[in-house]
C-alpha cells in the first residue's frame, strides 16, 4: 500500500507540472490554440478571451488540471485544444503503434544482448578463468546515436538496396529499420552489463562444486544466467518504457506515429490535453514494468531472498595485463591527440571555397556544408560534450546511489517514464534552448537506471548470510551500510556510471540534433550530427567524425570500467 501511494503521489506531481507548462513557460495556450485553427483570425483580446472560455483555460490552470482529473476518472482523456477532436483514439492508437515497435526493438535488443555474453557463457561452462568478453565491441554499439543508424540504415538498405521500406508504419517490412536502429543499442547495453556480471557468479562455491559433480555445462550457464539476472531485470524494465517513449527521433526519421513523436509534437504545440495523456500512459507503462521486473526478480532468486542465504556475488581478481592492452592505450591517446590537433584550431572559420571538402593537408576530417573544419569543431565539441557527459555522469552517480539505497522505486520509475527530449523540451520553454539545460534535462532523468541497479544490488545483499551474522553481533544499520553493503554495491554501480557516460552524451546529442541543447554555432556533437546529416551521401566525414568519437568514447568508458575493477575483492566477499 505504501508503495502503491507512493507511484500515485509521483503520478500527480509529474501531471500537475504538465498542467502548469503554460505557466512555466511564460507562454499563452490561447494564442497557440487560435494559430493551430483559426490562422486567418487576428490574435485580439476578444478572440483569445472566447478561446479560453471555450476550452476553459479562463479558470486558471489549476482548473484546467482539475478538470482533467476529473474527466480522467470518468474515461476521458479530454479534447486536444489543436484540433478539436477527443484525446483518446489518437493517444491509444499512438500507444498500440509505439508498444509494437517497442516489442520488436526488445527482441532486437534480447538477441544482440545474448549473442554479446555467449564467449563468457562458454567460458564459464567450461569452468576456464571467465573474464567478460563483449568489452569493446559492445560499447562501440551501445554509443551508436539511434538516431545516425535509423538515418544509415535508412539511406543504405532502403534506399540505395531497396530491400525495406524506408518511411511509414503499417506493414511487417517497415517495422524492421526502426527496431534495428533501437535494438542493437540497447542491446549491446544490455549485453555489457550482463557480461560484466557473469564472471562473479561463475566463481561461487556452487559453480565449482556443480563443474565437479558433473553437471553439464548448459545448466551452469543457465544458473549462472538465473544467478545474475535479478539485479538486471530492473534495467531491462527501464529499457521497455525507453523503447516506448524516448524514440522520437527514430520514430520523426522513419515518420512513425508513435507515442513518443506524438508527445514531442505536443509539447511543441503546447497541446496539454495530448501531452498529459502520453506522459500518463508512459508512467503507466514504468509502473507496470517495474513492478513487473521486481516479481520476476524475487521468483528467480526464490527463497534465499527472504531466507538470507544469498552469497555475495564478488567479482574474481582479474590479471593486470588485461585491463590496459596496448590498443586501449592507442585508442586513449588517439583520442587526447585527435581532440588537442581540434583545439589548436579556429571551429567557427569558414571557407566558402571548400564547402564539404574532403580530407586534405588542410582539412584532415574535410569540412562540413559551411566550410568549416570538422577535426577543429571535432575537438572543441569533445571538450564540451565529454566534459559535460562526465559531469552530468558524477552527478547521476551521487543521485542514483542516495535514491536506491533509500528504494525510491516509485520516483525511479517516474523519471525512467519521461524521456529525456520532453523534459528537454519543458527546461527549453523555462530557461531557453541551452547547453545548462539540456545537461539539466538528462540529469533528471539519468539517475533512474543506476537507482534501479542500486536497489536490486541492495536487496540482494541485505539477503547475504554475513549480514545476517553482523547484526547478531550488534551492528547498527550505519555501520552495516558503510562496512557491507556500500563496498559490495558500490563498484558495479560505479562501473554502470562509468558505462552510462557515452548514453549520456548520447542523450545530450539528442537533445542537440533536436535544437535543444546548445546553439549554433556553436560546436557540439550532436549539433554536428544535426547539420551534417543531410549531407551524409555527400561528404561521410562529416558525419562519422563524431559518431566515430562516440564510439570511441564508449571504447574508453568500458576500459575505464574495466579499471574500476581492479585486483581486490569487496569487504563484503572477504567477510
Not at 559518431?547 to 567477510?575: E, F, I, N, Q, Y
Amino acid at each position: 500500500m505504501k508503495h502503491l501511494a507512493g507511484r500515485l503521489g509521483a503520478l500527480l506531481a509529474v501531471l500537475a507540472v504538465i498542467g502548469l507548462l503554460p505557466t512555466l513557460t511564460r507562454t499563452d495556450p490561447a494564442l497557440t490554440i487560435l494559430h493551430a485553427r483559426y490562422a486567418d483570425r487576428p490574435p485580439t483580446p476578444e478572440t483569445l478571451d472566447a478561446i479560453r472560455a471555450q476550452t476553459g483555460l479562463d479558470g486558471g490552470a489549476a482548473h484546467v488540471l482539475g478538470d482533467w482529473l476529473g474527466g480522467l476518472f470518468r474515461g476521458d482523456l479530454g479534447t486536444s485544444w489543436v484540433s478539436g477532436q477527443p484525446v483518446a483514439p489518437d493517444v491509444t492508437a499512438a500507444l498500440g503503434v509505439s508498444l509494437t515497435l517497442m516489442g520488436v526493438s526488445l527482441a532486437v535488443a534480447v538477441l544482440l544482448a545474448g549473442a554479446l555474453v555467449a564467449g563468457t557463457l562458454r567460458r564459464g561452462a567450461r569452468r576456464r578463468i571467465v573474464t567478460a568478453r563483449a568489452g569493446v565491441s559492445a560499447a562501440v554499439l551501445a554509443a551508436l546515436p539511434e538516431f545516425l543508424l535509423a538515418a544509415v540504415l535508412a539511406a543504405v538498405v532502403a534506399v540505395q538496396l531497396g530491400w525495406l521500406p524506408a518511411l511509414g508504419w503499417g506493414a511487417p517490412g517497415q517495422t524492421v529499420l526502426p527496431a534495428l536502429a533501437m535494438g542493437v543499442p540497447a542491446g549491446a547495453l544490455l549485453g555489457r552489463l550482463l557480461d560484466d556480471a557473469l564472471p562473479a557468479a561463475f566463481a561461487e562455491p556452487w559453480a565449482r562444486a556443480a563443474a565437479a559433480g558433473g553437471l553439464p555445462g548448459l545448466r551452469v550457464a543457465r544458473h549462472a544466467l538465473r544467478r545474475t539476472l535479478p539485479g538486471l531485470l530492473p534495467q531491462l524494465g527501464l529499457v521497455v518504457v525507453g523503447l516506448t517513449g524516448g524514440a522520437v527521433a527514430v520514430e520523426t526519421l522513419y515518420a512513425i506515429p508513435g507515442l513518443g513523436g506524438t508527445a514531442l509534437a505536443a509539447a511543441l504545440a503546447q497541446d496539454l490535453p495530448v501531452l498529459q495523456a502520453c506522459v500518463l500512459f508512459l508512467l503507466l507503462l514504468g509502473v507496470v514494468a517495474g513492478v513487473a521486473a521486481r516479481l520476476a526478480g524475487r521468483a528467480l532468486l526464490g527463497p534465499a531472498l527472504s531466507d538470507g542465504a544469498l552469497p555475495a556475488l564478488v567479482p574474481p581478481a582479474l590479471p593486470a595485463r588485461r585491463l590496459l592492452t596496448a590498443g586501449a592505450v592507442a585508442l586513449a591517446v588517439l583520442f587526447v591527440a585527435v581532440t588537442v590537433a581540434g583545439l589548436l584550431r579556429d571551429p567557427l572559420h569558414v571557407d566558402a571555397a571548400a564547402r564539404l571538402a574532403g580530407p586534405s593537408a588542410a582539412h584532415p576530417f574535410g569540412t562540413d556544408s559551411l566550410g568549416r573544419d570538422v577535426l577543429a569543431r571535432l575537438g572543441h565539441g569533445a571538450a564540451r560534450t565529454v566534459l559535460t557527459a562526465i559531469a552530468v555522469g558524477a552527478v547521476t552517480l551521487l543521485l542514483g546511489l542516495a535514491l536506491g539505497a533509500v528504494r525510491a522505486g516509485a520516483l525511479t520509475e517516474t523519471a525512467n517514464a519521461l524521456p529525456a527530449i520532453l523534459c528537454g523540451l519543458v527546461v527549453a520553454g523555462i530557461a531557453g534552448p541551452g547547453p545548462l539545460g539540456a545537461a539539466a534535462a538528462v540529469a533528471a532523468v539519468a539517475w533512474a537506471p543506476l537507482a534501479a541497479h542500486t536497489s536490486a544490488l541492495y536487496a540482494q545483499e541485505r539477503a547475504a548470510p554475513h549480514i545476517a551474522a553482523a547484526r547478531s553481533t550488534g551492528a547498527g544499520r550505519w555501520h552495516l551500510a558503510r562496512r557491507h553493503l556500500l563496498p559490495a554495491v558500490m563498484p558495479p554501480v560505479l562501473r554502470h556510471a562509468v558505462l552510462r557516460i557515452p548514453a549520456v552524451a548520447l542523450a545530450l546529442a539528442s537533445l542537440g540534433f533536436l535544437g535543444l541543447g546548445t546553439q549554433a554555432p556553436a560546436p557540439e556533437w550532436g549539433r554536428m550530427l544535426s547539420e551534417n546529416l543531410p549531407y551524409a551521401e555527400r561528404a561521410p566525414w562529416s558525419v562519422l567524425a563524431p559518431a566515430a568519437a562516440l564510439a570511441a568514447l564508449g571504447a574508453l568508458a568500458v576500459l575505464t570500467a574495466a579499471a574500476v575493477r581492479g585486483r581486490t575483492r569487496t569487504s563484503a566477499g572477504a567477510a
